[in-house]
Each structure stands twice: as C-alpha cells, then as structure tokens.
C-alpha cells in the first residue's frame, strides 16, 4: 500500500444509486449443498427455493417457541 492516496479527483458518490438491492452471495458448505441439491432434484425446482423454505420453516419455528 502506498504511504498516501490522492483523492483531490474524487467523486463523493459516483456509483451510488438509491434504492438498489444487493443479494449477497451465500455460500454453503459442501454437505449442506449436497443435501439440498438431492431435495431440489426431487422437487424439480432450483436450490434457492429450497434454501429460502427451509429458513421460513426455522422462522416460524422460531416465532412460535418465542
């Protein structure tokens, strides 16, 4: 790393734009991956809707011991 940045040319905010959502890339261990795969395969969907419903399930678990 230099010592000092220059940022006498800077931008505040060039790539800044309101109201973008990010989606954050998750990333699962291979057993875990494995296990969902096989639960996707059998449900002819993709691991996202997999994933996505079984942290609803653990939500509304969740909430209920609450």
Known sequence: MKKEY???NG???KFYRQGVKLNLP?????EVLAFVRK???KRKT????IVNE???ND???AHTIK
């Open 6 to 8: 220059d940022f006498s």
């Open 46 to 49: 993709d691991v996202s809707s």
């Open 39 to 41: 639960i996707a395969e």
């Open 59 to 61: 939500m509304q678990l």
């Open 11 to 13: 931008v505040r905010g």
């Open 26 to 30: 998750v990333y699962l261990d291979k």
């Open 54 to 56: 079984l942290i609803r």
